[in-house]
């Protein structure tokens, strides 16, 4: 009966299909994130209707695939889980929208503070909730903005919960700055962010902090505690292993964590959560059975455990709560819940049932380099100890840790290395030396000392495990700027194809889950995407989307049109060019023409615009302000700008071809204005 039942399937589909049972837990994540991801390469926002079809698919699935045989009725589950991908994304994009910014406004901004950080040009910037703006109507009005303050005259210092104002200047999040880049639209939205800004005033203010975010006001009372008994970089680094904030960490720290591979080590991530609850589970599963009575009497793995998920929980608290995280703390409570139900915690089921967990509840995890990182390194580990766990190394006992150590750096490392420098344009060459000397101290010194400060807070002897945590960062942060300054530390790459790293996810997926001599197939398409990579192709002229910038690519590198302003963009344009130089540096390469002998002339500010007599119908004129009329040539300027975004111009036998960042990017809830 069996074979009538699913006789569109040749035998040995069929019996590959049948050896993967026991398995197929792996591949749910897969099939969910391909449904997440088709929800946001869509160029248009789906319907009721699509989204009632869908969700008929998806019961019709699941209530048929019994029909479909035991062979077949996985593949009906996988569709059915692509199809739900598709449902809780769209889902997800629905109940996170707010009010965003519709205009450049400037004036008076008043909210509540709800977030301290620093931007990018080292600023204090915060974050406001229940935000006023002048002459701008409730109902308009953004929920959250963020603002870098900048003001030369010192004002109110921010704390959590306090009411402040100043005169800022808000605008929409912007959107790539060019076609098929970082989409800080989309990240702003599903952030609740609705304008993003910086303001010169000195910050006032309004009323004192009313009390409603206590976790937020405690760790930032803990983070000043703890950059008050360590100071300079060592405290801020302190700072933000324990409480999430990075506030005390300078742009040259920064630098030299990321280019000797070491960033990881800042983050709350996979690695910390995994130490702190290590070290609590081990520390009380040693004392306890060093009590023959509770040892004898009590489960005292299963109590360790549940103490250890305790205490992972409070430091998920304590840190923020962000998207890093909140993924560390589901992978490991799904491990600790293991060992509490006497199952393995180290296994691929527990990293697939952890990614649908973090898929299902933020399913935008999925396109940030956090989640691709976090999940390749986890998967990579759990696969190749897995592998090791049945092999005799014929080493001595203290030698093992010594292999563990090194294996798991390189697996790591080779394993995220795609992926960090498909989304940075970077690699560390060194990286495998600066892991291999700083993280053994963050699990034997640094995070002990750590939870060591917590326990001892009460008492007001936590300078004593702060004293031992600041003796191993001070080690880590002097490895990472030995190593940053070492000569070709840092590479460079340029930014691959859209379809780059699902397929070379996609094969190593395959490589790890698939039971079987076939799996060797996953080679496939990560041969395909590494030769995609190699190939590909970067625009040879690129047009910011406020019109104040235009680069062209040339014989040595991309010339840029001016040398200062558009910071962000053209930093940005070279890293996706794989292109070291610094904006000066490009911008001495300009003037430069595209292939074909077109010239693309910038005319900067109303003065030079009123200057301007006329054109050749094959020149391209890029203005930041209103152009005059009557021009024969082609005009760009931020009127036009404003509905296709940032522009690329590729030079080809048939002319100009131009993409616009709104021809990638659709119609979508974050888009639109």
Known sequence: ????????????????????????????????????????????????????????????????????????????????????????????????????????????????????DRSGSDAVRVTLDEVVLRDVAPARTPSRVRLSLHSDIPGATPRPGLRVMTTGHLSPPGGPVEPGGFDFQRHAWFQGLGAVGYGRAPLMALAPPDGRQP?????????????????????????????????????????????????????????????????????????????????????????????????????????????????AFVMV????????????????????????????????????????????????????????????TRLPRWGRPVLAVVVSSAVAGLATAPIAAAHFNQFAHYGLIANLASVPLMGALVMPAAVLAACLLPVGLEWVGLWLMGLGLRWILGVAHWIADLDGARGTVVSPDPAVLPLLALGALFAVLWQGRARVLGALPMLAALALWSQAQRPDALIADTGGLVGVMTPSGRALSTPRGAGFIARNWLENDGDPAEQEEAAARWPAVLPGGVAITMVRGKRAAKALTGCAATDWLVFNTDPPE??????????????TGALALYAGQAGLRVVSARERTGDRPWNRR
């Open 333 to 392: 409570a799904v491990m600790l819940v293991a060992v509490m139900l006497d199952r393995r915690a180290l296994s691929l089921r527990a990293v697939a049932l952890a990614a649908v967990i973090v898929l299902c509840l933020r399913p935008e995890a999925l396109l940030g380099p956090g989640f691709q990182m976090s999940f390749a390194a986890t998967t990579a580990l759990v696969a190749v100890f897995g592998w090791m766990s049945g092999r005799d």
């Open 1 to 116: 009966m069996e074979g009538k039942q699913v006789p569109a399937i040749p035998s040995s589909l069929r019996g590959a299909l049948l050896a993967q049972r026991g398995h197929l837990i792996g591949w749910a994540p897969v099939c969910l994130a391909c449904g997440i991801g088709v929800y946001f390469a869509l160029g248009t926002e789906p319907g009721p209707a699509v989204y009632a079809a869908l969700a008929l698919a998806l019961v019709a699935l699941l209530l048929g695939r019994r029909v479909l045989g035991e062979a077949a009725s996985p593949l009906a589950v996988g569709a059915a889980l692509v199809i739900a991908g598709v449902l809780i994304a769209g889902l997800r994009a629905q109940t996170v929208s707010g009010p965003v910014l519709g205009w450049r406004y400037y004036g008076p901004v008043e909210g509540r503070i709800v977030g301290i």
């Open 215 to 327: 976790l937020f006001a405690a760790r930032m009372a803990l983070s000043k505690r703890v950059q008050t008994a360590l100071s300079g970089e060592i405290g801020g680094f302190a700072a933000a292993i324990m409480t999430g904030d990075r506030s005390g960490i300078g742009q040259d720290t920064l630098r030299a964590l990321r280019v000797s591979n070491l960033a990881h080590l800042l983050a709350i991530s996979g690695l910390h959560m995994g130490l702190l609850a290590g070290f609590v589970f081990a520390a009380l599963r040693l004392a306890l059975a060093a009590v023959p009575w509770i040892a004898l009497r009590l489960p005292i793995k299963r109590l360790a455990a549940a103490v250890a998920l305790c205490a992972a929980a409070g430091y998920l608290l304590l840190s923020g709560g962000n998207v890093a995280t909140e993924r």
């Open 630 to 643: 009557g021009l024969a040539c082609t005009v760009i300027h931020p009127g036009t700008l404003r509905q």
